[in-house]
């Protein structure tokens, strides 16, 4: 199995930063891909963003596209989200994401940007 733990959420400044990390474990060999997605409250989780680990290519968002980047670790097992110029809308519990034999989540962590 494959274990995901998220850090860095907080609270933010509306046209501020924040980066989130993401550490995986367990059986890290059997990850094909990881990201991101998202839930405000009252709403259904959203993807945010995701990179293939064989190709490498980064998929986003159109909400986030230009404003997030995803990046990753492969020596560390870690992939980390640099969140610029966040807006009110970007508020939520930021999960960790990845296909390992079906879908993995890590617990989340909460992001507030306040306006």
């Known amino acids: 199995q494959v274990q995901l733990v998220e850090s860095g959420g907080g609270l933010v400044q509306a046209g501020g930063s924040l980066r989130l990390s993401c550490t995986a474990s367990g059986r890290t060999f059997s990850i094909a891909s990881m990201g991101w997605y998202r839930q405000a409250p009252g709403r259904p989780r959203e993807f945010v963003s995701s990179v293939a680990l064989n190709t490498g290519i980064t998929t986003y968002a159109d909400s986030v596209k230009g404003r997030f980047t995803l990046s990753r670790d492969s020596a560390k097992d870690m992939v980390y989200l640099q969140m610029s110029d966040v807006k009110p809308e970007d508020t939520g519990v930021y999960y960790c994401?990845?296909?390992?034999?079906?879908?993995?989540y890590g617990r989340g962590t909460q992001v507030t940007v306040s306006s």
């Open positions: 994401h990845a296909v390992s034999y079906g879908n993995v």
